[in-house]
C-alpha cells in the first residue's frame, strides 16, 4: 500500500498522559499536513510541513500540541498533558508541492484518540 | 480566517433521485473548493473540486457549481446509488503558486440512497 500510513490508529489514554501519533506520507510528497476531526465535524487544520520545515503551526490548537517532520519524511504528533477535550481523529495527509495541476490531499486512516 | 457552513446535515433520497449538498463561504480569497467523500471508518477522499476561474465542473456524474459573488458553491450527485452513501464535505482555501491545503471544511452532510 502506497498511501498514507498512520499509526497507531486507536489510542486509549488516562487523562494526563502524553501521547504521540506517527504519520508516514506518500513518499514523493512534499507536504505533509496535520488535521484534526471530532465526531460530526469536518476535518480542521492544525499545521503542516514542507520537506521538514514547519511553515504553518500558528493553528496548533495549544502549545500542549507539538509536530515535528525531522528528516522530511514522517512525521509525529505530540499531545502533552491529554485532556478529555483531545479526544478526537487525527488525520495526517499529504500532497505534492505543485498543487496546480493536481489539487488533492491523501488522506490517512486516522489515528482515534480517547482520553479517560 | 474563512467560515464554511454546508447544508442540509442528513439527506435521505430515493435510489435513482438526485442529491443536492450547499455551502456558503466567507472569504472572499478562497478560490479553491474542494469536495471530499467520507465512508463510515474510511479516510476522506477528494470526489470533484473547483477553481474559481470557472462556474461548473462535472464529472460523470458529479456536478459541482460556484457563485463567486454569492460565495456558494453546490454539489450535485446525479442517478443516486447506494454506494454514493456517505457523508460529503465542503471545504475551501486560498490557492495560489505555492500555497498549501490549509483547507476550512464544512460541517459534513450524510446522504443516505434509499434502495
Known amino acids: 500500500d502506497t498511501g498514507v500510513s498512520q499509526n497507531p490508529r486507536h489510542k486509549i489514554t488516562k487523562r494526563g498522559q502524553n501521547v504521540t501519533f506517527r504519520c508516514d506520507p506518500i513518499?514523493?510528497?512534499?507536504?505533509l499536513y496535520w488535521y484534526r476531526q471530532t465526531l460530526g465535524q469536518g476535518p480542521e487544520f492544525l499545521t503542516y510541513?514542507?520537506?521538514?520545515?514547519?511553515?504553518?503551526k500558528s493553528r496548533l490548537l495549544s502549545d500542549r500540541f507539538s509536530a515535528e517532520r525531522p528528516k522530511g519524511s514522517f512525521s509525529t504528533l505530540e499531545i502533552q498533558r491529554t485532556e478529555q477535550g483531545d479526544s478526537a481523529m487525527y488525520l495526517c495527509?499529504?500532497?505534492?508541492?505543485?498543487?496546480?495541476?493536481?489539487?488533492?490531499?491523501?488522506f490517512g486512516e486516522g489515528s482515534r484518540l480517547t482520553v479517560l | 480566517g474563512e467560515n464554511v457552513e454546508q447544508h442540509p446535515s442528513t439527506l435521505s433520497v430515493q435510489e435513482g433521485d438526485s442529491a443536492v449538498i450547499k455551502c456558503t463561504y466567507s472569504?472572499?480569497?478562497?478560490?479553491?473548493f474542494p469536495w471530499y467523500k467520507q465512508e463510515l471508518g474510511k479516510r476522506p477522499q477528494l470526489i470533484i473540486d473547483?477553481?474559481?476561474?470557472?462556474g461548473e465542473k462535472k464529472d460523470q456524474r458529479i456536478a459541482v457549481t460556484l457563485n463567486k459573488t454569492a460565495k456558494h458553491f453546490s454539489l450535485h450527485i446525479t442517478e443516486t446509488q447506494p454506494e454514493d452513501s456517505a457523508v460529503y464535505f465542503c471545504?475551501?482555501?486560498?490557492?495560489?503558486?505555492?500555497?498549501?491545503?490549509?483547507?476550512?471544511f464544512g460541517s459534513g452532510t450524510q446522504l443516505t440512497v434509499l434502495p
Open positions: 510541513f514542507q520537506n521538514e520545515a514547519q511553515l504553518e
Open positions: 471545504a475551501a482555501s486560498e490557492d495560489y503558486s505555492g500555497s498549501a491545503r490549509q483547507l476550512t
Open positions: 495527509a499529504s500532497s505534492p508541492t505543485d498543487l496546480w495541476t493536481t489539487g488533492e490531499l491523501f
Open positions: 472569504d472572499s480569497a478562497s478560490n479553491y
Open positions: 513518499s514523493e510528497h512534499n507536504r
Open positions: 473547483i477553481r474559481s476561474n470557472v
